[in-house]
């Protein structure tokens, strides 16, 4: 399919797919093809996309960093299993995911767990069948950790998560200095080092950092990371020693709507050396494994969301399909998740590809207005059985989405792989209500 600038959606979807004929091919596998064999609503992740992506992003951080995977973006096992494969270590907010993580093979010391209200049993749970990193938010975990610490006669690895300053701001950055949830404020952390010191069963390993998501700017990601370092720098010259950890967060952006573009991964290299010389420069900080934890761009551009049209109507001048997939399973792509100003995701046609272009407002089969996936999209002429695929939604899709509201299906989930598909989560109801006797 040509891309002609008119078409630019489509083109991102020749980048991250390919387009055979008329129909839209995921890993080998014509899309219309799956929805045949497992009925939609659908995500279909390709497996090669996500290695490509892991890749990509190593080969970028080179010599600075690892790379964690954020297991919230998509915690389906069968994703998990691929970084764990590739080798990456996951960032965990609960201990179901720390559940997923140990059954996609992660060792217990490459996971980190994080979280602003992390239960005391799942403290313990995680304590219990080992764990990388504790990152503390609270001055109340700080007491609950050294409490299960002397029950279980462990000594817990933690990291301090670190708002920072107001300082922060500068250039093109834009970090910190807002009250927040997360972590402590940079401005106290001389009383949560002594609180820390106060507790033998705590080992102080790092700092942890994260401050805002969705950058695309190389830029502004690498100074959130200088600023990163030179706080670990201040703060190992507190403690009066070397940290052994720096985890400078996620937050990695993909592109979604017109006008934006991904994360420029050669500009970040040439930047990743800058700081490579300044941890060097920094006896304190110099042999500390530094880690980044990103979940969007490792997990979304390798995603689709599926769905196939019910109805085509008209309104008033406006043409609408009317799709059996809505905001019910990608919040996101509706702009309901937290988004200010509603764009569209990028989103094609899967079947009729070739035909004329016809604008259409996409919406899902909920009885709501904000069950709209796309105003006024380049779509061709489809008709009622035909499929539409949203892009870009491997990440923040099914588990981020109010899958109970009007009782329709859950989606099902695949991963294409070597050109064999596999059902990796099966279409079905939201938790069955118990009925009373
Ligand atoms: C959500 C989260 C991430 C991943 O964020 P992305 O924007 O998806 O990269 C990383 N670390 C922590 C602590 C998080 O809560």
Redesign the pocket.
């Known amino acids: 399919m040509a891309d002609d600038g008119r078409h630019g959606l489509a083109g991102l979807a020749v980048s991250l797919f390919t387009v055979e004929g008329d129909a839209l091919v995921v890993g080998g596998v014509p899309v219309s093809q799956l929805a045949e064999t497992y009925d939609t609503p659908l995500f279909v992740y390709d497996a090669a996309g996500l290695r490509r992506g892991y890749r990509a992003l190593v080969e970028a951080v080179l010599g600075l960093a690892e790379v964690f995977y954020?297991i919230?973006?998509n915690p389906n096992p069968a994703i998990v299993r691929v970084f764990v494969e590739e080798g990456a270590g996951l960032?965990i907010?609960s201990a179901a995911e720390y559940e997923v993580a140990r059954g996609a093979g992660a060792r217990s010391d490459r996971i980190?767990f994080?979280?602003p209200g992390k239960r005391a049993d799942e403290l313990r749970h995680v304590v219990d069948h080992g764990i990388g990193e504790i990152?503390i938010e609270s001055f109340g975990e700080i007491e609950h950790l050294a409490a299960i610490g002397c029950a279980l006669s462990a000594t817990i690895p933690v990291a301090i998560?670190i708002n920072p300053s107001a300082a922060a701001q500068g250039g093109a950055m834009r970090m910190g200095g807002k009250p927040s949830p997360?972590g402590f404020d940079e401005e106290e952390i001389d009383s949560v080092l002594a609180a820390i010191a106060a507790q033998p069963r705590l080992d102080l390993r790092g700092i942890?950092l994260?401050a805002?998501?969705?950058?695309l700017d190389a830029e502004v990601l690498a100074s959130q990371w200088g600023y990163g370092l030179q706080l670990a720098g201040r703060v190992a010259r507190r403690l009066g020693r070397p940290l052994a950890t720096i985890?400078l967060?996620?937050?990695?952006?993909i592109p979604y709507f017109a006008g934006e573009t991904a994360l420029d991964l050669g500009r970040l290299r040439e930047r990743v050396g800058d700081l490579i010389a300044l941890v060097r420069d920094e006896p304190l900080i110099r042999d500390a494994r530094i880690m980044i934890?990103?979940?969007?761009?490792?997990?979304?551009p390798a995603g689709i969301y599926v769905a196939r049209v019910l109805a085509v109507k008209a309104s008033r001048g406006t043409r609408f399909l009317v799709t059996d997939g809505g905001m019910h399973h990608h919040l996101a792509a509706s702009g309901n998740l937290g988004q200010v100003i509603k764009r569209d995701y990028p989103i094609v046609a899967a079947t009729g590809l070739s035909r004329p272009i016809q604008r259409a407002t996409l919406v899902g089969p909920l009885c709501t207005p904000l069950d709209t996936l796309a105003r006024q999209a380049e779509l061709p002429d489809l008709r009622p059985g035909e499929l539409v695929a949203i892009l870009q939604s491997g990440?923040?899709g099914l588990t981020a989405s109010p899958v109970g509201f009007l009782s329709h299906p859950t989606p099902a989930e695949l991963i294409v792989d070597g050109g064999e598909a596999s059902l990796i989560r099966r279409r079905g109801t939201f938790a069955a209500p118990i009925a009373l006797p």
């Open positions: 954020s919230k973006a960032e907010a980190l994080a979280g990152h998560r997360f942890h994260f805002g998501t969705q950058i985890d967060g996620g937050g990695l952006g934890e990103p979940g969007r761009f490792l997990a979304g990440a923040y």
